[in-house]
């Protein structure tokens, strides 16, 4: 799978490509991240890339010319162009079903913005599939593009050292449960011990006393997770989560 990522600022990703799991499959050729800096394609002799908005406002807009044309030539570096994905908190939001839907793709160009955001006619020009990772907003794309890098890759066949491991992750669409509770050793720290079923050697009964926690964990968390949850019931829980501060 190939990422190519859209940036004023190329040098946040050299950590997060030069560390752990996402190294070891760019290494093993499982995955390949190129990085474009969009000042590249400025016209301008200083390499700005942003302008005043027209009709006035705070800030500065990020201009549609470099940003379409560097697309356009990243998009043209490939074999195939590309499923275009423009990170801003007024996309939809990413759950792990798009994020599966998006590990479909070959290749991911992801567009990070910066600054007030994109002339609206880069959207117009590119038609991209414009991705929110949440409710709040983010100095640019840039921690987005990784959010979506990170949860994409685990999909791809051979990334995870087990081929199986993200089936039981929480909000697979295998499964839309929280996770139940883990241990390691030691066996008792500070008075804590780790619960005598997991000792038992039952596997049948480890299997559902794990079920059973992750139910309970996911009824009182996550309850819209539960079948016949409605989007309503998100919505509910929201809107109580943030007077809980204020009742206690
Ligand atoms: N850019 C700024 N805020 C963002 C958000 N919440 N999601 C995706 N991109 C963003």
Known sequence: MRFDLLTLFPEIFAGFLGQSLLKKAIDRGLIRV????????SRDKHQKVDDRPYGGGPGMVLRVEPVVECAEDVQLQGAERGHVVLLSPQGRRLTQAIVEELACHRRLILLCGRYEGFDQRVVELLRPDEVSVGDYVLNGGEVAAMVVIDAVMR???GV??????HR????????????F???TRPREYRGLHVPDILLSGDHEEIARWRGEQSYCKTRERRSDLLPGA???DLDR????NTKRPADG
Do not use: C, I, K
């Not at 995870?160 to 491991?165: K, R, T």
């Not at 829980?237 to 109580?240: F, N």
């Open 237 to 240: 829980e929201e809107t109580d």
């Open 168 to 179: 039981d992750d929480s909000f697979s669409s295998g499964g839309r449960l929280l996770e």
């Open 34 to 41: 190129h990085v474009h800096d969009m000042r590249d394609w």
């Open 230 to 232: 409605s989007a309503g």
């Open 155 to 157: 999909l791809v066949p």
């Open 160 to 165: 995870l050292g087990d081929e199986n491991s």
């Open 181 to 183: 509770a883990q241990y």
